[in-house]
């Protein structure tokens, strides 16, 4: 084949391949870009989804606390004729009468603080408290009437006892001297107070 054939025939050869080289990198291109946006639309997705489920639970919580707290209201503190029922205190009373041991239960929930006896002869008493709600509760113990940081804010340090941050479900227990006179039963977990979860408790004469 004369010389300027093959040069021509080469030539041809190499614009073949170039031609083929521009293809495949158009289609690696498309390719990548394809790969990105399906990514981009994943991604953004599953940040909507999360976000959608977090406002759904955050909703729901607050929904249920707000249930809580309105049946709370309505059945610690009232009778069944919207009156104050017996034994019932800052809408949250004793469900008994005088202790007949020296054990006083006391039922905790949303938002109430129930002893299973409204008094109890003095000296030393002890307080077993179970948390029946679906969050964190105390029970503080200080004779009436108790010292205030503010407007619903019992002041911690004046309690003569405290079972402090009993989780859902969870019970405990303290021992004290008591003297006779009028105490308080009551939560200081922020805002439970105010909310009515406090309860008189008297210590008669031995």
């Known amino acids: ?23 495949d990198e158009r289609t690696l291109k498309d390719r990548i870009e394809k790969s990105q946006i399906a990514m981009l639309v994943a991604v953004v997705f599953a940040v909507v989804a ?5 406002v759904l639970a955050l909703e729901k919580s607050t929904n249920t606390e707000t249930i809580m707290m309105r049946g709370a209201g309505s059945t610690s503190a009232q009778g069944s004729n919207g009156t104050m029922g017996p034994g ?4 949250a009373g004793a469900r008994g009468g005088v202790a007949t041991s020296r054990t006083v239960k006391v039922d905790l929930g949303e938002m109430y603080a ?7 002869s003095a000296g030393k008493v002890t307080f077993v408290a179970h948390n029946s709600g679906q969050i964190i509760h105390e029970l503080m113990v200080e004779r009436a009437p108790i010292k205030m940081d503010g407007p619903g804010r019992p002041n911690e340090d004046a309690a003569i006892g405290m079972i402090e941050d009993m989780k859902p479900g969870t019970s405990g227990r303290m ?3 008591l003297k006779p ?9 922020t805002g439970h107070y105010a909310a009515g979860q406090h309860t008189t408790f008297r210590v008669t004469k031995s």
């Open 181 to 189: 006179g009028t105490y308080e039963l009551f939560c200081n977990v």
């Open 50 to 54: 999360s976000t959608a489920a977090l």
């Open 88 to 91: 019932m205190m800052n809408g």
């Open 114 to 120: 129930r002893p299973d006896a409204s008094s109890i």
């Open 175 to 177: 021992t004290l001297k």
């Open 1 to 23: 084949m004369p010389p300027e054939l093959q040069q021509e025939e080469s030539s041809k050869s190499l614009e073949a391949e170039l031609h083929d080289l521009q293809r």
